[in-house]
């Protein structure tokens, strides 16, 4: 029983979440920034922490010390102290730390040790070492998590975490070498620097910690000792979750690049664009409209498709004069939620009249049997990435997200043709257990698994109103996770939570399905949301292509939605000055892919810039008028419209086109004018499966603005 108020209690929950990832140092504040320190390339080690001085100031002159998540409460403390002891070493004459911890508390406690690395370059080594044993008299855990933790940039303000737990500590020394490699969310993957050398993740480090949980250690009172931190170069580094499987079959006979290579791989497909830009007479009426610009989205998923291996290429880009030509190519990969996506986009051509059910039934068949072909990883979800010509994987990454994706695709394209699919497609579906992400110590998923490292991404899907609340809803539906991992992705964070967008209003303690959590929302000209990430389209509007929290969540979730269109539309019009509107993540019209969305609706933000066709469409059902006008306006303003529909991306600055087609968007595209024309079709086959007999609850029984004041209608 908590002996303080409940409101309390979910603060401390949110706060042990935060403190890895984004929690700033006791002296942070204080501190000036240093320069770089390095160590000599020659130099084999560099110790960061001896004790043999007797005090707790480290090897480089930085302050060490405790911190508690909770400093208010009494029952739960860290005390680091520098005791005598012979060490792994058996020197009479030695000094260690003694870390006394107490986490045993009605409050959810975390604690431990940290240590300044002032600004410090590690890269030219590869592995941190420590020694730990357990006090025998005070009791000990076997588990503790350690962190390294960087700021993401020079501005100081958002850190990135690289987390190892260290498990199997006895009362004897042993020496604990982790891979620097292992250190994965020190790595900021949209950092090219780091794809040329994943050892650019090691510099500017800040700080070391010791992290004691609640909810990790397997004794909650007791101490440790620790000596000989320090970073040393073995000169193996071990794999990087930058590393990619060997590729041993070859494409073809003899080596062929260039357009030559282009006409190969379209030789596999279905078909290919004749012609890179298509005009044509679109019909005045909206929904004959939409219907057009379906029936060509759809011939995409007609046409690249390998036809050996039936899996649906991940993209497609035009050459500069023609179709295969001088700087287009031709994307024979595949991400996983590409496969679910083209599973929905199959369900939605036979909805639409565009293909018979017996060429529906056949294509689905065909995928999923490849896709049960392929080698996955042993936890039974499929690596991220495939080749589609060779089958092979690319990837070793296992995604939660993605892998959820490809579930939705299972369970609508069974509901739709029980009969002809349902077997082959529930048989693939009961492979998966969600559970294998789920990360009970923080009631989260974790991003995902590097299957070469045996080791879970340092991060996890915490923001709930994210595309991740799909794979969330799913999880839970089929019993794999608990219902309390629904609460504890954060509709908004602590006001003191200076990285975020904006402070959240009226952030108090809610009970919904017997789970206590915290709520809250933004408000952005009177408009009130409980924000994405990143403030783009597709984490706010995709789950629902198959969740219909417009029809069971009407007060809630669907309003928030459309509160999301309704300040894309405005940033994009007014604040922007743009003619058009709509920001996700897409190809950039200039080359390469990037995240854009409405920073003002997100927790951290996306930065604006081009504008993508699919972020529009996602909103046919809520505000299909406007769409429509939206995507004419497109087509009439720039070259955008080619064989297969809306190519990606367009700056609406310079009128400067990314003719790319991406399978996932073209999907969204698809789906959601399908959903829009037949009556939520889609999301009517998601809702007959039994899992919403235990997940829809999760969206009907919580109103996120439950007690606001003052709450808008909407006005979109």
Known sequence: MSLLPNNFRALILVLVFLVSVFSVSPLLAQEEVSPMLEAPEYVEDMMIHDFETGELLNNLDAQSGAWDVDPYDDTADAFPEVVSDPGINNEKLNYVLKLTYDVDSPLPSSNGFWTK???????????????????VEEGFPSVLKLEIKKFKNDERVEKLTGIYVIEGITSEWQTYSIALNNFTGLMDFADPEIWQNPAMAFKKLDEFVIVMEDRRVDVKEGAIFVDNIKFVKTGDPGPSPLSSPERKIEKTETKIEGVEFARFLAGRLGGFPEQKLLKKEFPKEDKAFFREVAKDTWRYFDEIVDKESHLVLDTIQMGEETPIGEGGWIGDYTNVTNVGMYLMAVVSAYDLKFITRDDAVERITNTVTSMQSLEHHESGFPYNYYDTTTKEKTSYFVSFVDSAWV?????????AFPDEVGTVCQNYLDQYDFGFFYDDVERQMFHGYYGHMNQYVDYHYGAFFNESRAGSYIAIGLGQVPVEHWFYMFRTFP?????????????????????????????????????????????????????DEQQYSPDSLGINAQRHVEGQIYHALEELDYPVWGMSPSAIPEGGYSEYGVKILGLKGYKAGA????????????APEIVAENLRRLIDRYDIYGEYGFYDAVNPETGTVAYRYLALDQAMILVAINNYLNDNAIRKRFHEDPLNDIALALITEENIFEGVQGNPTQRT
């Open 407 to 415: 579930a939705a695709g299972l369970i609508v394209a069974k509901n």
């Open 495 to 547: 006001r003191d939570f200076f990285w975020q967008t904006m402070e959240p209003f009226e952030r108090e303690q809610k009970e919904v399905l017997g789970v206590n959590f915290y709520g809250g929302y933004y408000e952005w000209r009177k408009l009130k949301y409980v924000p994405s990430w990143g403030g783009s389209s597709f984490e706010a509007l995709m789950p629902e292509l198959i969740i």
């Open 117 to 135: 690395l002032r600004n410090l370059d590690v890269s030219m080594f590869d592995h941190l070492e420590i020694d730990i044993k357990g006090d």
């Open 611 to 622: 504008v993508t066709p699919h972020a529009s469409v996602l909103a046919a059902g809520i």
